[in-house]
């Protein structure tokens, strides 16, 4: 098998320590205070002309206006705190998966000035596990696979979206970088599981990682 479609040659860096959100103390033109991130180019609506001051963030339920917020490109908002805890948790169980880097709402590419620390990263992690995903599809012959050629499957033209649906990738433990794991109908390891485990090939039987 080819490395090339079983680990990633090159590790991510893991989510930066960047400095948080700082909340903004401009005026608006309305004359309150607002609520966003200081350095914004553009600040958002003023919560409490618009009748919405006790406006909650959907990830932590409590007020907007009690701490810096913003505005994603889809116009829903969240603590900025919120959505960088959010970026850094990454994944919730053993295979790699990449919707927290969509809006919790409306599940469009979340995307924001502040946050482009944070989304680096994990956009580049993203890639490497999608060129893993489509060296694998390739190996295994499955790049003709039904799913892609039929008009009617979801995966239609979508070999990207496929292989990532189709395989599991997993975080090596000593490395961190992504490695195949196998088909993810045939093996999967939930929320219940010892991250010390997953080993990818090129760290297995090593005392120290070389990477």
């Given at each position: 098998v080819p490395m090339s479609a079983v680990v990633a040659t090159q590790a991510p860096r893991p989510p930066?320590?960047?400095?948080?959100?700082?909340?903004?103390?401009?005026s608006l033109s309305c004359g309150c205070i607002c609520t966003g991130v200081a350095g914004e180019k553009e600040h958002p609506g003023c919560l409490k002309c618009a009748g919405k001051g006790g406006l909650l963030c959907p990830i932590c339920l409590d007020t907007l206006d009690s701490q810096a917020n913003i505005m994603l490109s889809c116009y829903h908002r969240?603590?900025?705190k919120c959505v960088q805890d959010l970026i850094k948790a990454r994944w919730p169980d053993a295979r790699i998966s990449f919707d927290y880097l969509c809006c919790p709402i409306c599940k469009v590419e979340i995307k924001h000035e502040c946050l482009k620390p944070y989304l680096?990263?994990?956009?580049?992690?993203?890639?490497?596990?999608?060129?893993?995903?489509?060296?694998?599809?390739?190996?295994?012959?499955?790049?003709?696979?039904?799913?892609?050629?039929?008009?009617?499957?979801?995966?239609?033209?979508?070999?990207?979206?496929?292989?990532?649906?189709?395989?599991?990738?997993?975080?090596?433990?000593?490395?961190?970088?992504?490695?195949?794991?196998?088909?993810?109908?045939?093996?999967?390891?939930?929320?219940?599981?010892?991250p010390r485990d997953l080993i990818c090939p090129s760290c297995q039987n090593v005392q120290d990682c070389p990477k």
């Amino acid at each position: 098998v080819p490395m090339s479609a079983v680990v990633a040659t090159q590790a991510p860096r893991p989510p930066p320590e960047v400095k948080r959100a700082v909340k903004c103390t401009k005026s608006l033109s309305c004359g309150c205070i607002c609520t966003g991130v200081a350095g914004e180019k553009e600040h958002p609506g003023c919560l409490k002309c618009a009748g919405k001051g006790g406006l909650l963030c959907p990830i932590c339920l409590d007020t907007l206006d009690s701490q810096a917020n913003i505005m994603l490109s889809c116009y829903h908002r969240f603590h900025a705190k919120c959505v960088q805890d959010l970026i850094k948790a990454r994944w919730p169980d053993a295979r790699i998966s990449f919707d927290y880097l969509c809006c919790p709402i409306c599940k469009v590419e979340i995307k924001h000035e502040c946050l482009k620390p944070y989304l680096r990263p994990a956009h580049k992690l993203k890639a490497q596990v999608e060129k893993l995903a489509i060296n694998r599809l390739r190996y295994e012959m499955l790049d003709t696979h039904t799913k892609l050629t039929d008009p009617k499957s979801p995966f239609y033209k979508n070999p990207i979206k496929f292989a990532m649906e189709y395989f599991l990738f997993y975080g090596c433990h000593k490395c961190d970088s992504p490695y195949f794991a196998g088909q993810r109908e045939c093996m999967e390891a939930g929320t219940d599981f010892n991250p010390r485990d997953l080993i990818c090939p090129s760290c297995q039987n090593v005392q120290d990682c070389p990477k």
